[in-house]
Each structure stands twice: as structure tokens, then as C-alpha cells.
């Protein structure tokens, strides 16, 4: 079995109980945490090595190595095999930096997206437009419905049933 297929079996097991559960996060997410606050101290090198070598890198388990990687994979200039994924391959951390803030946005996580380090990396105002854009890319805006007898939005000056709205 592949690692990510294990570690989706341990971190999205609805048969454990919400405490275990809660338990296992919690401290997933403060290893997370620690590994971005690494990376970010120097966001443009490439880090490099098998799964096992980051894993000892960052002083972390096989597992919490393989969740770090299925949840940072969107964010890289060049995706892991992470599906495949074993001990022993070759993985790279090389990360698109908008991309990875806009995506702990989109995640929700503000543990990660107000991590100290991104002021080294942006400006208040580069984090604010990039906060504004990931959270307006997905807000739906509906066009306004035009009534027949509502002026033609062709601007020609008609309404709008005896213009465009015509069948």
C-alpha cells in the first residue's frame, strides 16, 4: 500500500473515536507548522531527498512527512508522485509562494497563513491583495436578471423586450 493511501487511512478513519481523532491533528498540526516555519526561513531553496530523509530533516514520522506532502502538493512549481509515494522516493519542496498562501487561505488555515515568517517573504499589502483574491475567487456573483421591461443592457436606449430580449 501506498504511504498516502496509509496516512489517509489513519487521519480520515471514521471508525476512531472524535477525541483520538482530535488528538492526532492537533499534533499533526503543530508539526506542520514547525516544517513551514523551517521552509519559509529561506522560501526560494529547492529542499530535496527521499520521503524518509525529510522526514529526519524535519524530525518528524514517515506519516506526518506523507500528510505534509499530500497537503503542500497543490502548491508546488513541480507536483510529487504522491499517490505512488514510498520511503524511498525522491520528493522535492519546491514551493510557488502566492500559491501556497492563497491555498492555506482557501484551506482556512490561519495558524499557517499568519505565520511571522510570511512578513519576511511579503508586504501587509501583498498578503492583503492575495488574501482578497483567493477569497474572491471563489465568491459567486450572480448577473443582475433583466425584466422585459427594463432598459437593454446593449446600451441602446430601448427596453429590453423590444431590443435584445426578442425571440
Known amino acids: 500500500m501506498a504511504l498516502l493511501d496509509t496516512w489517509r487511512d489513519v487521519a480520515y478513519n471514521e471508525k476512531l473515536d472524535r477525541d483520538s481523532l482530535q488528538k492526532l491533528w492537533s499534533v499533526y498540526f503543530s508539526k506542520e507548522t514547525a516544517i513551514y516555519e523551517e521552509l519559509l526561513k529561506n ?25 505534509f506532502l499530500d497537503g503542500i502538493n497543490d502548491s508546488l512549481k513541480e507536483p510529487n508522485p504522491i499517490e505512488t509515494m514510498e520511503e524511498d522516493t525522491e520528493v522535492q519542496l519546491g514551493f510557488d509562494k502566492e500559491l501556497l498562501y492563497k491555498n492555506m487561505v482557501a484551506a482556512e488555515a490561519d495558524w499557517l497563513y499568519n505565520l511571522d515568517a510570511w512578513k519576511e517573504i511579503f508586504t501587509e499589502e501583498q498578503m492583503k491583495a492575495l488574501y482578497k483574491e483567493q477569497k474572491s475567487s471563489t465568491t459567486i456573483v450572480k448577473e443582475a436578471k433583466v425584466y422585459p421591461n427594463d432598459p437593454c443592457p446593449c446600451g441602446s436606449g430601448k427596453k429590453y423586450k423590444k431590443c435584445c430580449g426578442r425571440n
Open 43 to 67: 522560501p526560494d531553496e529547492v529542499v530535496k531527498g527521499t520521503v524518509k530523509e525529510l522526514a529526519e530533516k524535519f524530525d518528524v514520522d514517515i506519516m506526518t512527512m506523507t500528510g
